[in-house]
């Protein structure tokens, strides 16, 4: 999208300059350059509004619409409420759907700590009891789903039942992951070894997101166009600034304390859908499968990791099927 079509959604001339050319974009600390309105992001979904609330500790910005039993969202790196955009409309056809901007990201607060998913998912349960919710459905995506799964892990009154998307908790396997991958490895996390370091990829990435995101996008979808320039635009935006860099890159430093946590849960109780893309699926139905007591499982094809953006379609039959 060009920098006048982004004006025109109301973006301010200096950001749509920055998105439109992320390389000489220099990072701002003003929160209003951060992303797109996200007030006129939520109005081009109908029945849609943009909203805040403060809740343990944090402001958390949420996107919610629709009538029926409350469906949370939540969304994982590098993307922020609007990675659902695409499901919401129709979610809302059955459910009172709250899409929220994680700790850390979008337009919630980038506080300096409480990143470990116990903590984050403190912030969804206050935001349940702010909205008057005793209890909630839930659906994560990557990081989103580490924050669904300790929700229910501590706090299972609060919770319905959860739809894991692609990821679990955090266990000790992760500690296996190799900084250099053998020759042909089908999938190298190098950003969780990034994203540990202190400082140093605030300085890199602060103005330049977009080199990132398109990175993500490109290498972890099967169709790129799946993802949109516009969109793109949305996520460089939000995670421009060194504070957003800091936020995101908080929820990875937190994986030792997230390993540490998950080894005192006992399987969840709750109701659980698992849906994973089919490099994913093995080991993520086998981790699933022992951690639950009461599991669902999906194996979407097609796809790569951001299947909510490439296959919303299926996605929403299963999440209405289980959800009810």
Same mark, same amino acid.
């Given at each position: 999208m060009?920098?006048?079509?982004?004006?025109?959604?109301?973006?301010?001339a200096?950001?749509?300059?920055?998105?439109?050319?992320?390389?000489r974009?220099?990072a701002?600390?003003d929160?209003? +350059?951060?992303?797109?309105?996200?007030t006129?992001?939520?109005?081009?979904l109908?029945g849609f509004s943009s909203?805040?609330? %403060?809740?343990?500790?944090?402001?958390l910005?949420?996107?919610?619409g629709?009538?029926?039993a409350?469906?949370v969202?939540l969304h994982?790196?590098?993307?922020?409420w609007?990675?659902?955009?695409k499901?919401?409309?129709?979610l809302?056809?059955?459910?009172? *759907?709250?899409? *929220?901007?994680?700790?850390?990201?979008?337009?919630?607060?980038?506080?300096?700590g409480?990143? %470990?998913?116990?903590?984050m998912?403190?912030d969804i349960?206050?935001?349940a009891?702010?909205?008057?919710?005793?209890?909630?459905?839930?659906?994560?995506?990557?990081?989103g789903a580490?924050?669904?799964f300790?929700?229910?892990?501590?706090?299972? +009154?609060? *919770?319905?039942?959860?739809?894991?998307?692609?990821?679990?908790? =955090?266990?000790?396997?992760?500690?296996?992951?190799?900084?250099? =991958?053998?020759p042909?490895?089908p999938?190298h996390?190098?950003?969780?070894?990034f994203?540990?370091?202190a +400082?140093?990829?605030?300085?890199?990435?602060a103005?330049?997101?977009?080199?990132l *995101?398109?990175?993500?996008?490109d290498?972890?979808?099967?169709?790129?166009?799946?993802?949109?320039?516009f969109?793109?635009?949305?996520?460089a935006?939000?995670?421009?600034?060194?504070g957003a860099?800091?936020?995101g890159?908080?929820?990875?430093?937190?994986?030792?304390?997230d390993?540490?946590?998950?080894?005192?849960?006992?399987?969840?109780?709750?109701p659980?859908l698992?849906?994973?893309h089919?490099m994913?699926?093995?080991s993520?139905a086998?981790?699933?499968?022992?951690?639950?007591t009461?599991?669902?499982?999906v194996q979407?094809g097609?796809?790569g990791?951001?299947?909510?953006?490439? +296959?919303?379609?299926a996605?929403?039959?299963?999440?209405?099927?289980?959800?009810?």
């Amino acid at each position: 999208m060009n920098r006048r079509n982004l004006m025109a959604l109301g973006v301010g001339a200096a950001a749509a300059s920055a998105i439109a050319d992320p390389a000489r974009a220099a990072a701002s600390s003003d929160d209003t +350059q951060l992303a797109l309105s996200s007030t006129r992001l939520a109005n081009t979904l109908r029945g849609f509004s943009s909203r805040y609330a %403060d809740v343990n500790g944090v402001r958390l910005h949420y996107v919610i619409g629709g009538t029926g039993a409350p469906l949370v969202l939540l969304h994982g790196w590098p993307q922020t409420w609007w990675g659902f955009h695409k499901v919401m409309p129709a979610l809302a056809t059955r459910y009172r *759907v709250i899409a *929220v901007d994680l700790r850390g990201a979008g337009n919630s607060s980038k506080p300096q700590g409480g990143y %470990d998913k116990k903590t984050m998912a403190a912030d969804i349960a206050a935001l349940a009891a702010h909205l008057g919710y005793a209890k909630v459905n839930v659906a994560g995506h990557d990081i989103g789903a580490m924050v669904a799964f300790s929700l229910a892990a501590n706090s299972p +009154q609060v *919770v319905d039942k959860i739809a894991l998307l692609d990821v679990s908790h =955090p266990e000790p396997n992760y500690y296996e992951f190799r900084a250099l =991958p053998a020759p042909g490895a089908p999938f190298h996390p190098w950003w969780f070894a990034f994203n540990q370091v202190a +400082q140093l990829p605030e300085q890199l990435v602060a103005g330049r997101a977009r080199f990132l *995101v398109d990175w993500m996008f490109d290498n972890l979808l099967v169709n790129q166009a799946a993802i949109s320039a516009f969109d793109r635009a949305v996520y460089a935006a939000a995670y421009n600034t060194p504070g957003a860099i800091r936020g995101g890159n908080g929820w990875y430093q937190a994986f030792g304390q997230d390993i540490q946590d998950g080894t005192t849960y006992a399987p969840l109780t709750v109701p659980v859908l698992g849906v994973a893309h089919d490099m994913f699926y093995p080991s993520f139905a086998a981790s699933l499968a022992s951690r639950t007591t009461d599991l669902e499982l999906v194996q979407i094809g097609n796809t790569g990791h951001y299947f909510v953006d490439e +296959q919303p379609q299926a996605l929403v039959q299963h999440l209405q099927a289980f959800f009810g």
